[in-house]
């Protein structure tokens, strides 16, 4: 368990990096086409596995919270499958601005906290059906201990704790290319 002054540091470090790379992804021609997606009420970016998975834990008339949730873009897609709320946390607020821009554009029910996870309110809700954790989230967090005892903590006592997570090298593969085994990705 890491100290709460470098866990600190580490995720401070994090946000500032995640805050400057937002542009980059606004830029891009994906966020052109979540703009588009978005506008139809049953538009998702989960794939197979993720939707199975969340409709097996019981996502339809669900309450949910995504930590990690960047810009928004999959919890909304939660509720395509039937998700009656959500709260996507993040502590980038430049992602979290284009989350905003999304869900405005979507019209669901979803609001969003720019917090770091190791420093939520006192006041947060802690009775979602559903906690999802995405690839990208776990690689990031200096003290997964401290993490699950905070994620566990915002599930009311019989939610279940979905964690879909790849190997950060994975992303840098482009499984669809001609050369699916050539970097694609930086």
């Not at 954790?133 to 690689?139: A, H």
């Not at 997570?165 to 930086?186: A, C, V």
Request: charged share 20%; net charge negative; with cysteine.
């Amino acid at each position: 368990m890491r100290s709460p002054a470098t866990t600190k540091h580490i995720t401070a470090a994090n946000r500032n990096q995640w805050d400057a790379s937002a542009k980059y992804h606004e830029q891009s021609d994906q966020w052109s086409a979540l703009k588009l997606g978005f506008a139809e009420k049953s538009y998702s970016v989960l794939d197979d596995i993720v939707s199975a998975a969340l409709t097996s834990a019981g996502v339809d008339g669900a309450k949910l919270v995504q930590i990690g949730c960047n810009n928004g873009r999959e919890i909304l897609s939660t509720f395509s499958l039937g998700a009656r709320r959500g709260l996507g946390l993040d502590q980038s607020q430049q992602f979290l601005q284009q989350a905003q821009t999304l869900q405005a554009i979507s019209g669901h029910n979803c609001q969003f906290l720019c917090r770091d996870i190791y420093a939520l309110p006192n006041n947060i809700e802690q009775d979602f059906d559903i906690a999802l954790i995405t690839i990208g989230v776990l690689n990031w967090m200096p003290d997964l201990i401290r993490f699950f005892e905070i994620a566990a903590g915002l599930l009311r006592p019989d939610g279940h704790m979905l964690i879909y997570e790849t190997h950060p090298f994975l992303e840098m593969f482009d499984p669809e290319s001609t050369t699916p085994h050539t970097p694609t990705f930086s």
